[in-house]
Nanobody, 126 residues
């Protein structure tokens, strides 16, 4: 079955950087688009970035565009999220997901998507 394991979260100061990783198993990783989502306390889960199956096209939510970068290594079944110039508003649990719906800056999970991992906590605070 689909398994997604996120890692790399930490506590950092504003302006800091982090690199998140998501290692996948249980499906043909290189044939699927991947996305990163995040959920802050009391907020809905929101799409942050997505990348197509070959890593040729990327999409970003407006507030992270220019600060975050999504990439993938299909040989390692891993998708990454490089986060720079972090802001307190970036504090959330970050999740990866398969086959996100990516339309410009709008990134949504598939309806009824259930293959969420445990997520990784990112805290940005001075």
């Amino acid at each position: 079955q689909v398994q997604l394991v996120e890692s790399g979260g930490d506590s950092v100061k504003p302006g800091g950087s982090l690199r998140l990783s998501c290692t996948a198993s249980g499906f043909p990783f290189g044939a699927h688009a991947m996305g990163w989502f995040r959920q802050a306390p009391g907020q809905w889960r929101e799409g942050v970035a997505c990348i197509d199956d070959r890593g040729r096209r990327t999409y970003y939510e407006n507030s992270v565009n220019g600060r975050f970068s999504i990439s993938r290594d299909n040989a390692k079944n891993t998708v990454y999220l490089e986060m720079n110039a972090l802001e307190p508003e970036d504090t959330a649990v970050y999740y990866c997901a398969t086959d996100p719906i990516c339309m410009g800056s709008r990134i949504d999970p598939q309806p009824g998507y259930q293959h969420w991992g445990q997520g990784t906590q990112v805290t940005v605070s001075s």
